[in-house]
């Protein structure tokens, strides 16, 4: 799967849009549609990130929420990774990051990175031949900590999303992907880039698990999403370099 575009929609969402790559539907389009998109990370050496976009289903006062990984990437030191981590802000227009408060110097690292959470007062240009991926100056990264908790309770709160059929708020039945099976609260869709997180999920891999942690909680325990819905879609939108259903 690759990544082709990233476009505000005028509800306040975000629409992705990939190009499958093999199989009968290959050079094919694929739209998802979502809520929110985050960041977790983990800020140790090795260090890890995950991006999680949050699908959101309404009716009244009923609603579900479910979490698509999207994308990863380790590097042995954090700095190594914040260039990755600006891409990702940019081309998925993701806005907020989940870390954990400690260690306290990474955090604070994080927060002064250019390009990332702020722009020194760059004209467009310029800060386009800086970072490539670049949207727009009012387009910034929030980091948010969370308490990392103990690591039984972490696998416990990801294993229950991951194995928890989500709930349609206008039927009350599961909500079916186009295989016709339920669809669980945390997936991962077959051809997107996951393996090494649902590899160090299956095994417990602790920077990895607190990553995707760190995402999926996070958006979990929030419900407002910090994307300005002023802004405008011809300027904010995005195509990458590198669904309406599942």
């Given at each position: 799967?690759?990544?082709?575009?990233?476009?505000?929609?005028?509800?306040?969402?975000?629409?992705?849009?990939?190009?499958?790559?093999?199989?009968?539907?290959?050079?094919?389009?694929?739209?998802?549609?979502?809520?929110?998109?985050?960041?977790?990370?983990?800020?140790?050496?090795?260090?890890?990130?995950?991006?999680?976009?949050?699908?959101?289903?309404?009716?009244?006062?009923?609603?579900?929420?479910?979490?698509?990984v999207i994308d990863e990437k380790e590097e042995l030191l954090s700095a190594k990774l914040f260039p990755q981590i600006i891409e990702w802000k940019d081309n998925y227009l993701a806005q907020t990051l989940f870390v954990p408060n400690m260690p306290l110097d990474q955090v604070e690292a994080l927060r002064r990175v250019e390009g990332?959470?702020?722009?020194?007062?760059?004209?467009?240009?310029?800060?386009?031949?800086?970072?490539?991926?670049?949207?727009?100056?009012?387009?910034?990264?929030?980091?948010?900590?969370?308490?990392?908790?103990?690591?039984?309770?972490?696998?416990?709160?990801?294993?229950?999303?991951?194995?928890?059929?989500?709930?349609?708020?206008?039927?009350?039945?599961?909500?079916?992907?186009?295989?016709?099976?339920?669809?669980?609260?945390?997936?991962?869709?077959?051809?997107?880039?996951?393996?090494?997180?649902?590899?160090?999920?299956?095994?417990?891999?602790?920077?990895?698990?607190?990553?995707?942690?760190?995402?999926?909680?996070?958006?979990?325990?929030?419900?407002?999403?910090?994307?300005?819905?002023?802004?405008?879609?011809?300027?904010?939108?995005?195509?990458?370099?590198?669904?309406?259903?599942?």
């Amino acid at each position: 799967m690759r990544f082709l575009v990233a476009s505000p929609l005028p509800n306040d969402g975000i629409k992705l849009i990939f190009q499958h790559q093999v199989g009968r539907n290959a050079n094919e389009p694929f739209e998802m549609n979502f809520r929110r998109i985050a960041i977790g990370l983990h800020l140790g050496s090795p260090s890890f990130g995950v991006v999680v976009g949050e699908r959101h289903y309404m009716d009244g006062d009923r609603e579900e929420r479910v979490y698509v990984v999207i994308d990863e990437k380790e590097e042995l030191l954090s700095a190594k990774l914040f260039p990755q981590i600006i891409e990702w802000k940019d081309n998925y227009l993701a806005q907020t990051l989940f870390v954990p408060n400690m260690p306290l110097d990474q955090v604070e690292a994080l927060r002064r990175v250019e390009g990332l959470t702020h722009y020194k007062g760059l004209t467009a240009n310029i800060a386009r031949n800086r970072w490539p991926s670049f949207v727009h100056s009012s387009h910034i990264g929030v980091p948010r900590t969370l308490t990392t908790p103990a690591e039984e309770e972490l696998h416990r709160d990801l294993e229950v999303i991951l194995s928890t059929e989500a709930q349609d708020p206008t039927t009350g039945h599961p909500l079916m992907g186009t295989d016709g099976d339920p669809v669980n609260r945390l997936l991962f869709p077959f051809d997107f880039p996951t393996l090494q997180t649902q590899s160090g999920l299956r095994n417990a891999r602790k920077g990895t698990c607190e990553a995707l942690w760190m995402a999926v909680m996070g958006l979990e325990r929030t419900n407002v999403r910090s994307y300005s819905s002023d802004s405008d879609e011809r300027e904010y939108s995005h195509v990458g370099n590198s669904i309406t259903g599942y």
